[in-house]
């Protein structure tokens, strides 16, 4: 976790996500820092933004429950 004072978002997050876009790969953030969610970017590029772990989860069974 970020130190809450921390003046910068998640750069390195922002890039990640941002070169999957580019590629055309689906993304989850899993995230409850609210700067880092909050940030237009993270919004433009994320497919999904989810508070836990166990909402991915469930993301990801229902996408894929078809493909097994």
């Known amino acids: 976790p970020k130190v809450l004072n921390d003046p910068w978002p998640s750069v390195g997050t922002i890039g990640e996500l ?3 876009h580019m590629i ?3 993304t989850i953030l899993v995230s409850d820092d609210k700067r880092l969610i909050e940030h ?4 433009g590029v994320s497919g999904w933004i989810l508070p836990t772990l166990d909402a991915a ?3 990801i069974i229902g ?3 078809d493909h097994a």
């Open 18 to 20: 941002s070169a999957a």
């Open 24 to 26: 055309g790969k689906t």
């Open 63 to 65: 996408v894929l429950k």
């Open 40 to 43: 237009p970017v993270i919004r």
């Open 57 to 59: 989860c469930e993301v």
